[in-house]
């Protein structure tokens, strides 16, 4: 990663490429918490382990703030952001870069059937770990309709650095809750199944940094302190084919976020569309 004005060395990415890293990503560095299953829950005692990989891909508004934050790094030398408090577009883009974790990650999960129809999960991405409670009710013919809520943990340490100069994502941390409904479809013999829904959530993040020690000495450069609040809403669509014990799932989940909060002491607020496109190989047994 190209350092900034925090240890004094110029950045030595050029705008295009700025620009691409720091809208795809990199591996494990961000990446979305898909929910990758289907409205029918598992059976008391099965289980599903699945893996994969998961991303997120910034549009509109949020791809616009990232962009202009990388133009004005480049055009600096890395040389951002300005005094505390003077530069909003930089904030903006900062948000954006820790909040909604552009990029790639692995995917892996598993989750229990625990009798009367719930079910329990939990999933890991490079960026954040989700545990999840829901409860499936039987429709019409092979139709099914789940409700759960599940809380996620974005974790300490567990990032590349931002390809935005002084935003240090190696030293985010923070928490969230989303709640998903879906309706979905299960052939005879589990042979496919298809689900849409709706989901909705909150996610609160920080740069800081964090030590269990009081009063522990601090080497190098303090991170340029961040906070932001992400809430966010919107649909899902999901597939899964194959036969007996494996199936390959594949899910997209659209929502539109606003972000708000506080970088270098500049508070800023963005809005605009997540992308996070899934997929997956479960094993049931």
Partial sequence: ????????RPSSLSPPRLTLCVLLGASACGGGIPLLHPAQTLPSGDVRAATGFSGNIVTSGLADALRTATNEAAASNGNVPGPPGTDATYA????????????????VAARVGIGAQAEAGIGYTGRA????????????????????????????????GS??????????????????????????????????????????????EVTSEPGATTFGP???????????????LGLAVGFRHVHVAMELDVSYANISGDYNQTHAQ??????????????TF
């Fill in 1 to 8: 990663m190209a350092a900034g004005r925090g240890n004094g």
């Fill in 92 to 107: 903006r883009g900062a948000l954006v870069a820790a909040s909604a974790g552009a990029g790639l990650a692995p995917f």
């Fill in 129 to 160: 770990v989700r545990i999840d409670l829901r409860r499936s009710f039987d429709l019409t013919g092979h139709f099914a309709l789940s409700v759960g809520a599940g809380g996620s943990v974005a974790l300490y340490g567990h990032q590349d």
């Fill in 163 to 208: 390809d935005l100069p002084n935003v240090d994502l190696g030293q985010m941390h923070g928490i969230g809750a989303d709640v998903p409904v879906l309706v979905g479809y299960e052939s005879d013999a589990g042979l496919y199944m298809l689900w849409v829904g709706a989901r909705a959530g909150w996610e609160q993040v920080d740069i800081s």
């Fill in 222 to 236: 303090t991170p340029i302190s961040l906070s932001a609040t992400r809430l966010w809403a919107g649909g899902l």
């Fill in 270 to 283: 963005v809005q605009g569309v997540l992308l996070t496109p899934a997929t997956a190989l479960w094993w």
